[in-house]
Every structure is written in structure tokens, then in C-alpha cells.
């Protein structure tokens, strides 16, 4: 099973630049209604994040400078992508394990959320989440 799923934003580039617009709505380019947008940004290649997964959220992941390594884990494969391009974003469903590594220091990530910041949604140790994912 193919864990990396990418969306392509729209893209509009010429002598001045690249404009990259996401819609939510009659044209969707996300799958969901964004209630939550936040970003990473100030890590570097010394630090990880991440080590979670969610119970229901869902989430698309863009990185507008710089890279890092996402790792995507369903309890059953690990697989592993480097995000380092504006026009796409990695669309990360609910109940999938990731860890954010190798931040090159001007690495920022912009996350689109389905709903808003709830703890409770989180599953932060490995081992319960792959019980319940294997349940
Ligand atoms: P954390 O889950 O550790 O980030 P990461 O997934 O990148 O490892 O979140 C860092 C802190 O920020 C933690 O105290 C929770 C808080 N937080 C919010 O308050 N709102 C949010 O939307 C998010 C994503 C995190």
C-alpha cells in the first residue's frame, strides 16, 4: 500500500515568480475543509518531530522553503519521502504514523488541518498505535 499521497496545487509561474494557490471548495484541490492552519519552521538538521499519529484528523503537508524527510507509517510499511516542493503536498490521512526528520535549516512547512488543535486525537506512543491500527 502506497502511504505517500500528493496533491498538486495550482501553479502559476512566469518572469516574476511562482504563485501557488490552494482551494478548498467548488474546486477542490483539498480533500477536506481546512479548520486549522499552522507551520514549522526555526528546526534544523539536528532535531525530529512529529511521533504521532491522529485518530481522525487529517492533514496536507506543503513545504514552501527549504526540505526535510517525512516518514509515513500505517503500523504495516514504513516508507519514507523527502518534501522540498511548493506546488505539492503530501496529504497525510488519519490513523497514519509520521516523523518529520533531516530539516535543512531554512526547511518551513505549512500543514492544513481538518479540525482544530484537540490532544485528544493524538496517539503519541508507537507501540498503541499499532495495536489499535492492527485492532
Ligand atoms: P507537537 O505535537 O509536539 O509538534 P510536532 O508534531 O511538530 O512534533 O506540538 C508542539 C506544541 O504545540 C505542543 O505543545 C502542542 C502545540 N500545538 C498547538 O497548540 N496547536 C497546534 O495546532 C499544534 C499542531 C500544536
Given at each position: ?114 479540525d482544530h488543535y484537540d490532544e485528544s486525537d493524538y496517539i503519541r506512543d508507537y507501540h498503541q ?7
Amino acid at each position: 500500500m502506497n502511504l505517500i499521497k500528493w496533491i498538486n496545487f495550482q501553479s502559476h509561474e512566469d518572469y516574476r515568480g511562482q504563485l501557488v494557490s490552494l482551494e478548498i471548495g467548488r474546486e477542490r484541490t483539498v480533500p477536506f475543509d481546512v479548520k486549522r492552519v499552522y507551520y514549522i519552521h526555526k528546526t534544523g538538521p539536528d532535531v525530529s518531530r512529529g511521533f504521532h499519529a491522529h485518530k481522525n484528523l487529517k492533514q496536507i503537508v506543503t513545504c514552501v522553503a527549504g526540505n526535510c524527510r517525512m516518514v509515513l507509517d500505517n503500523g504495516k510499511s514504513r516508507q519514507s519521502v523527502k518534501i522540498n516542493d511548493p506546488t505539492k503536498g503530501l496529504l497525510i490521512e488519519s490513523m497514519v504514523w509520521r516523523e518529520m526528520h533531516d530539516f535543512s535549516n531554512d526547511c518551513i512547512l505549512i500543514i492544513l488541518a481538518s479540525d482544530h488543535y484537540d490532544e485528544s486525537d493524538y496517539i503519541r506512543d508507537y507501540h498503541q498505535f499499532v495495536e489499535q491500527v492492527c485492532q
